[in-house]
């Protein structure tokens, strides 16, 4: 083949504008927000191997604590995965930051320990496969940790989020969307569900259609046969 008629391999994502954005508010809302205390509380007691999938600039990595021996992070912007690969070489535990969409991770079923989902499943563009995939590559028994905002407030609050998702929100947002249910999601999905904290962040500040968060636990059912979810 020639140079002239090589084919240039595209990223699954591609939102250069929202990256640099995103970069930034990030890192502000690290103290401002305390997300560095929710990431924290997150990941707290994770050990083994750990895939996380969508890991953005790899704000997560310095909060894995010692007892993890490996961190398979999947970033499929070519933005955000550059300042994960700088993030990771701070971090204590070792990371591996791939590219990659969740819903075809490249990685062997059955592969992991523990998984991890930090405001992920509002963008992904489809969350049934994405799922199905996160299924496939925990080991049976697999934790998953989930840190994700969605549908949430009263009538009024719904009627908006679902107004912005039609219209403006996704593509200046890089995707996301604001009137999804994560933990609809993984229930239908099939995880088994642990303990999960619903919360509004900012905590204190003005309810805005971003804000309506929940974090949690659910685990690849024990008997799940190596295919499930296929």
Not at 49 to 66: D, K, M, S, W
Not at 186 to 203: D, K, Q, S
Request: with cysteine; glycine share 10%; net charge positive.
């Amino acid at each position: 083949m020639s140079a002239g008629s090589a084919k240039v391999v595209r990223d699954p994502v591609h939102h250069p504008l929202f990256a640099r954005c995103y970069a930034r508010v990030s890192t502000a809302a690290e103290t401002r927000m305390g997300m560095a205390r929710v990431r924290r509380r997150l990941l707290g007691g994770l050990s083994g191997r750990v895939i996380e999938v969508g890991a953005g600039n790899g704000l997560n990595f310095a909060h894995y604590p010692g007892t993890v021996s490996e961190v398979v992070a999947i970033e499929p912007e070519r933005i955000l995965r550059k300042s994960a690969v700088e993030a990771a070489l701070r971090a204590q535990v070792p990371v591996d930051v791939a590219p990659g969409a969740a819903e075809a991770l490249p990685v062997k079923s059955e592969a992991f320990d523990a998984a991890v989902l930090s405001l992920v499943l509002c963008s992904v563009r489809d969350v049934r496969r994405a799922l199905a995939e996160l299924r496939r590559v925990l080991r049976p028994g697999g934790e998953l940790r989930f840190f994700e905002h969605g549908r949430g407030g009263g009538r009024v609050m719904t009627f908006t989020q679902r107004a912005l998702d039609r219209t403006v929100w996704p593509p200046l947002a890089g995707g996301c969307h604001l009137a999804r249910d994560p933990v609809g999601a993984l229930r239908e999905a099939g995880f088994e569900l642990g303990p999960y904290r619903r919360t509004l962040l900012p905590e204190n500040g003005p309810k805005l259609p971003q804000s309506y968060c929940v974090t949690g636990v659910a685990w690849r059912p024990p008997a799940d046969a190596a295919d499930a979810g296929r």
